[in-house]
């Protein structure tokens, strides 16, 4: 009967021992998944849609991208400016036309463009590297590889600002040409950023900045996913500078010079331009405060520098993110008092609660979790990970306070700011809603990957955060 026990529990032993094993190596299996695949592995899915249906949805997805988005930013200032914003009046006249009407309407690359493009990104380059900031530390990445950065967002935005005041007051600038010259910005842009884009790539096979570098063995998606997570010459971050300061950046000055334009036409800015532009410019303000926030976020830390992003914040930003305001230059809506405070109300309401909830997720990080959450102790998931060189890392997963309703709770309140920016034009017509359209379908999706990120890096433990956080964006619902 002893013999029997004895037996009995070495074989339970060995049982649980193998079961440890087994239970190991699936989570080290995943880890390495994540760390050799980092920013190239988003090839199979798209939003839901998974298997063999989601690599050809995503593979025609990421030809349509490629081909027909720089036609549709190029296009975009045209369909505002002489369709009245209407897609379909767009499409009436392509069709009458054909294929002499998209010549004929196609806004022709200039040398003023040019200096516009110029000018602003040396700016830039130029602000990013000199301005003084502390030193912040970003997520160690899949190769063991810890970035550093200089937090000088606010400076930059503020000393862009008032350059921008003082050249425009000293009548050195009209920022209303910029509106004129849109079409043409575009159009210069999109080949320039081609041209950005292809150098990125040989880069990435020839002179790569950090191991977290590589191919996946396709041409298309090593162009656009890219091949580097950090391309940098010297101290010049290019990701930081495609994404934050020529993106963000050109987003509040060329929206300011929509204000600008309208009032030059009618003599002031209508209350509908002066919410939607001012909406924006807080929304910036708050992404430049948080900034060291999102430099551990998915554009970041996981995307690497390639088409879908750097092409993405140099030209799609400039023509589609600021389409509510390109829409009302030349239709000024002066919007009720109590309607213009409503929305105003609504929209800062709204880009506090995406501010503080990723200020919450941050501040609770850097603070090992001892940070308390909404007045109370956190509550929060101790995982582990694996880096591709073999040391095993652990993270926090926050799951109460904001991020204990939904995974990505922070982009619910995005769209919302997003659509009460768009609201003031109230017109039938597509053209200021794109913006919104455009960022649902980015954002859903994103967080459709993010969770396929998250799952192969901590395995077992995301599991455990889905289990106890099951909502992904919208509480209760979704």
């Known amino acids: ?111 003023a463009a040019v200096r516009y493009i110029l000018g602003f990104g040396l700016l830039q380059g130029v602000l990013q590297v000199w301005l003084p900031g502390p030193v912040h530390r970003g997520p160690t990445t899949p190769r063991g590889n810890v970035p550093t950065y200089t937090a000088n967002g606010v400076p930059t935005l503020a000393t862009t600002l008032l350059i921008f005041l003082a050249t425009w007051r000293a009548g050195l600038f009209d920022p209303g040409a910029v509106y004129d010259c849109m079409g043409s910005i575009v159009s210069t842009s999109n080949i320039m950023s081609l041209i950005l884009c292809t150098l990125l790539y040989l880069k ?32 010049f971050d290019i990701k930081v500078w495609t994404n934050c300061r020529m993106g963000m950046m050109g987003w509040s000055v060329i929206t300011l010079c929509y204000a600008v334009k309208q009032a030059q036409l009618y003599g002031a800015p209508a209350t509908s331009m002066l919410l939607s532009v001012a909406l924006v410019q807080v929304y910036i303000f708050k992404f430049f405060l948080w900034e060291t926030g999102y430099w551990s976020s998915m554009d970041i830390a996981h995307d690497r520098a390639g088409f879908y992003l750097c092409w993405g914040c140099l030209v799609w930003i400039p023509a589609v993110y600021t389409s509510p305001a390109m829409y009302l230059v030349r239709r000024p809506v002066n919007l009720p008092l109590s309607l213009t405070l409503v929305l105003g109300l609504l929209g800062l309401a709204a880009i506090y609660i995406n501010y503080d909830s990723d200020r919450q997720r941050q501040e609770f ?41 939904a995974r990505h709770f922070h982009y619910l309140p995005e769209l919302v700011a997003a659509a009460i920016w768009s609201m003031p034009a109230f017109h039938v017509a597509i053209m200021p809603f794109v913006y919104l359209a455009f960022l649902t379908i980015l954002l859903l999706d994103r967080a459709y990957r993010d969770d396929a990120r998250c799952s192969a890096k901590y395995g077992k433990y995301w599991d455990q955060y889905c289990q106890r956080v099951p909502y992904r964006v919208v509480p209760y619902l979704f």
């Open 204 to 235: 990435g096979r020839l002179a790569p900045s950090s191991t977290d570098s590589g191919t996946t063995g396709s041409l298309l998606y090593d162009f656009y996913w890219g091949m580097e997570l950090y391309p940098r010459i010297g101290a």
């Open 365 to 405: 990080r850097q603070s090992d979790g001892k940070a308390l959450v909404w007045g109370a102790p956190p509550q929060a998931i101790r995982a582990q990970y694996r880096t591709g060189d073999g040391r095993t890392k652990t993270s926090l997963l926050l799951v109460s306070g904001w991020w204990g309703l």
């Open 1 to 111: 009967m002893h013999a029997v026990t004895t037996s009995g529990m070495a074989a339970s032993e060995g049982l649980a021992r193998a079961t440890v094993v087994v239970e190991a190596a699936s989570v080290a299996a995943a880890c390495t998944k994540w760390a050799t695949s980092h920013g190239t592995g988003d090839r199979s899915t798209f939003c839901a849609v998974s298997g063999r249906a989601g690599v050809l949805v995503h593979r025609a997805g990421t030809w349509g991208i490629l081909t027909l988005f720089p036609l549709f930013a190029v296009y975009a200032w045209y369909i505002n400016e002489h369709c009245d914003g209407s897609l379909l009046g767009f499409l009436g006249r392509l069709e009458a036309g054909g294929w002499a009407f998209l010549v004929e309407a196609y806004p022709s690359p200039s040398w």
